[in-house]
């Protein structure tokens, strides 16, 4: 191991750079993180191991929407590991129901199925949907899709996924599965038949690049899924509880989905998902055809139920609304400053936005790591920001104006 011996630090506490060579030899090397171990944080702020401080614009993907050792979690997440940490759904446990009452009654659904992470709340759903035909004697199975989608990692999200570099080599994937062209209702039309069991969607899409879909589209999607007879799924792990201005995306289209999933902010850091349905549909997984060992565990709906009231009731969502319009507005002048030359343009709502860039973002990240600024990187070319949505407008202005000295002042 390469340790920097002139380190007066090394004996007692490990360097970023002794970090990522431990990290290397021991852990599988799916991930490529970037060369800063992160050691502590609080509000938008991360400290790394060497003790310098970055102002956190991308909130661990879209996850940390209160910021970091929030008060009010770890006060949630403290007293209720003083009680009853996990004892699997064999057993009703209170936190789990307290989650379930209020995510039901701020949305459309009326049964939440709790999971550990988004790709599982999308693969519950998406198995729903067969199933649930299935039971009603019919045989559709095939799932419409988008191209630029990101539904996670299993085989059959992985699948759902419109992205081919994230399923290239895991083939055969799950059969059945068609990608239409982001908003192309041409293209959906002619893909549903009477073997669809459901189209899934993200009301924007995240990882693909922050694509909003044209105003209609949703409700276009909606008509055509009940002429058919097939579900519609909206996939909001990454722009619901809160992140594009409203609690959840879809709220902004007017238009109800039969399935939503969540996960990434819905624990404000602690992994948990849910899958959001109708009481009807919710049929279709009656007892021993779908589990989790840990889903709604205790202390994940604990704290998803102080995250939840947080936006709710403790001014959290109006805040984010406000500060996502300011972050819009800082992007907007900064690319009307740098010209189309060198950004595309502005992309996303609320707290997740974006700016395309022309090539890959990763020397604007890197130049904005060594300024104290974490930002990461979506689909096509875009840089994307997702700072928690406690971030002052303060916060926001020194993010926009190191940003700006990345992109414009430093070229
Ligand atoms: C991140 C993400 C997922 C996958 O979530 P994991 O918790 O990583 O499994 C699924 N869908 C969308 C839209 C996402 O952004």
Redesign the pocket.
């Known amino acids: 191991m390469a340790i920097d011996s002139s380190n007066p630090t090394s004996d007692s506490t490990p360097t970023n750079a002794e970090l990522a060579t431990r990290a290397s030899e021991v852990l599988v090397g799916n991930y490529a993180p970037q060369p800063i171990a992160l050691v502590r944080g609080e509000g938008c702020w991360l400290y790394d191991a060497e003790d310098r401080r970055y102002l956190d614009f991308m909130g661990g993907i879209a996850t940390a929407v209160l910021g970091h050792a929030n008060p009010k979690l770890r006060e949630a997440l403290e007293s209720q590991a003083a009680k009853l940490w996990h004892v699997s759904n064999l057993y009703t446990t209170e936190p789990q129901i307290e989650l379930a009452e209020r995510l039901t009654s701020s949305s459309f659904a009326e049964a939440i199925y709790f999971c550990n992470?988004?790709?599982e709340a999308?693969e519950a759903a998406l198995k729903l949907a067969r199933k649930h035909h299935r039971d009603h004697d019919d045989d559709r199975f095939e799932i419409i899709a988008f191209e630029g989608a990101?539904?996670?990692?299993t085989l059959f999200t992985v699948s759902a996924t419109g992205t081919p570099a994230y399923w290239k080599g895991f083939e055969p994937l799950v059969p059945g599965i068609h990608h239409a062209p982001w908003c192309d209702e041409e293209a959906v039309r002619s893909l549903l038949s009477e073997k669809t069991a459901a189209i899934i969607i993200?009301p924007m899409q995240?990882?693909g690049g922050l694509r909003t879909p044209e105003p209609g589209f949703l409700r276009r999607l909606r008509e055509l899924a009940d002429e058919n007879g097939c579900l519609l799924i909206f996939?909001e792990?990454?722009v619901g509880m809160g992140r594009t201005g409203t609690l959840f995306a879809h709220e902004q289209e007017d238009v109800i989905p039969d399935v939503m999933t969540l996960?990434?902010a819905l624990g404000g850091g602690i992994p948990i998902?849910a899958m959001c349905t109708t009481r009807e549909l919710s049929r279709a997984l009656m007892p021993g055809t779908h589990a989790s060992t840990f889903g709604g565990n205790p202390l994940a709906c604990a704290v998803a139920s102080v995250v939840l009231d947080e936006l709710l009731e403790g001014g959290v969502l109006g805040h984010a609304k406000s500060m996502g319009e300011r972050l819009g507005d800082g992007l907007e002048a900064i690319a009307a400053d740098a010209g189309p030359d060198q950004i595309r343009g502005v992309r996303g709502r609320g707290l997740l936005r974006g700016l395309a860039l022309h090539d890959s973002p990763s020397a604007v990240i890197e130049g904005c790591r060594g300024r104290g600024l974490l930002v990461i990187s979506a689909g096509d070319n875009v840089l994307r920001l997702a700072p928690p949505l406690t971030i002052s407008a303060d916060e926001i202005d020194q993010g926009l104006a190191l940003l700006r000295e990345v992109l414009i002042e430093s070229n």
């Open positions: 992470s988004g790709a999308n990101f539904h996670g990692r993200e995240g990882e996939d792990v990454q996960a990434k998902g």
